[in-house]
């Protein structure tokens, strides 16, 4: 759980970071872009202003017909140019020609009085960029000068900020841009985060694969060096009980305890060696109700009532004494949870195409810290717990292609349960 927390914080915050990346950087990259294209618009503008400023002929703007000629030259220039506005305004910055004839309520020198004063002392300037409803305009000012070098006039050639569609483009290109490299990362924290979790995974099972090797040379162990000595201790045991027991449990002691040593070697072998599965098929409820059989002399003893209800006809394909060993292990797990004085209901149904097999306590519950490592080998609240009683139950489950889980609330009680396959029909 951990890790997976870990692995969520590091790829949101991967993710969170290449967003900000990408945006500073976008931002940056449209803001240098939009300089450089104002810039560029404003030396065409310039250049275009100027040009037909000198091809104005005024000598001043009284001359009906220079002032024709002139707004007929503003008239194509507009045409050729596909400017937005071309306009012709006196030495005061009067409004003489427009084309096209709409300019709007204000004089021209309130929208753009420093171009346009610069302008009229004879210095051509191109205005900032400003806003008209949704379109953006800039405009260049050039004057026209009398044959006496005295201005006369003023040239103004108005364009959309977007004037050679370049700025539009750019954007545009910009935003998809953004998007694929956005894209690209959150696919690349898709594929960090599917290779960390089959890291994590691999990782694991490299962890159990260690684990089951070192209980296998272990177990090897165990068989010479401590089942052979324990058969000594038993038969010792049995021979001092007739000769010198009184009847009482006291002799009893030393065969109970290695039994329970004897059962204890047998798991880790089990675990370690899990051989070859016989597999035949059998209906569940029998079987489980075999497994409470072979307990119920334990169960009673602790006060612990057993009641089974078997709701499954279909048959499975399974190891009948393996999976005789899985149900003793849960029931055995669900008596040492309840300790005395409980109850356990095992229930067996069909559920889809799947035999489900439920065994319910009313023990305290388990910790929902402690639920994810029930099933790792060797992990046991209990003093003298091996750790194996789950694990083994998933291994054989997972082996017979069945699933295993649990559901517990602290409290609440515990509630194991595995799947099997139903068999099908030849």
Not at 102 to 119: H, Q
Request: charged residues 25%.
């Amino acid at each position: 759980m951990e890790a997976s927390r870990v692995r969520v914080l590091a790829s949101l915050s991967a993710l969170v970071f290449s967003t900000v990346v990408f945006a500073v950087a976008g931002l940056f990259v449209d803001r240098q872009l939009q300089a450089l294209l104002d810039d560029r618009l404003a030396e065409a503008l310039l250049a275009q202003a100027k040009s037909v400023a000198g091809a104005v002929f005024l000598e001043n703007t009284t001359d009906s017909v220079a002032l024709a000629l002139a707004t007929g030259t503003l008239s194509e220039t507009r045409e050729q140019t596909g400017a937005e506005l071309v306009v012709l305004l006196d030495a005061r910055g009067r409004v003489l020609f427009t084309d096209p004839p709409v300019l709007g309520e204000r004089p021209y020198i309130d929208l753009d009085n420093a171009a346009l004063a610069s302008a009229i002392t004879g210095k051509p300037a191109c205005g900032e960029r400003f806003r008209i409803g949704n379109v953006d305009l800039k405009t260049a000012f050039a004057p026209v000068f009398s044959p006496f070098g005295e201005v006369v006039a003023i040239v103004g050639i108005e364009a959309p900020a977007d004037f050679f569609g370049a700025l539009r483009d750019v954007r545009r290109a910009l935003v998809i841009t953004l998007g694929l490299g956005m894209a690209l990362v959150a696919g690349l924290v898709v594929v960090v985060w599917h290779f960390w979790a089959r890291s994590e995974a691999s990782e694991r099972a490299l962890w159990d694969s260690q684990q089951l090797a070192m209980i296998g040379q272990m177990t090897a162990t165990m068989a010479h060096e401590v089942r052979n000595p324990l058969g000594i201790i038993k038969a010792a045991a049995e021979r001092i009980r007739r000769k010198y027991g009184d009847g009482t449990e006291l002799f009893d002691f030393i065969p109970d305890e290695v039994d329970r040593l004897d059962r204890l070697t047998e798991w880790y072998l089990r675990f370690a060696k899990p051989g070859d599965l016989r597999l035949t098929k059998a209906r569940m409820g029998p079987i489980l109700q075999d497994s409470v059989s072979r307990v119920r002399g334990e169960l009673e003893a602790a006060a612990i009532e057993v009641v089974v209800e078997d709701l499954a006809e279909s048959e499975c394909l399974v190891d009948y004494d393996r999976l005789v060993q899985v149900n003793i292990n849960i029931l055995l797990n669900a008596r040492q949870a309840i300790g005395s004085n409980g109850r356990i209901e095992a229930k067996v149904f069909e559920k889809s195409d799947v035999i489900r097999v439920e065994v319910k306590d009313n023990g305290p519950g388990i910790p929902p810290r402690v639920q994810p490592n029930v099933f790792q080998p060797f992990f046991t609240t209990k003093t003298a717990g091996s750790g194996l009683g789950l694990p083994v139950v998933k291994q054989v489950v997972e082996a017979l292609g069945g699933r295993v889980g649990l559901t517990s609330r602290p409290g609440d009680g515990t509630t194991v349960w595995y799947e099997l396959p139903c068999a099908k029909d030849n």
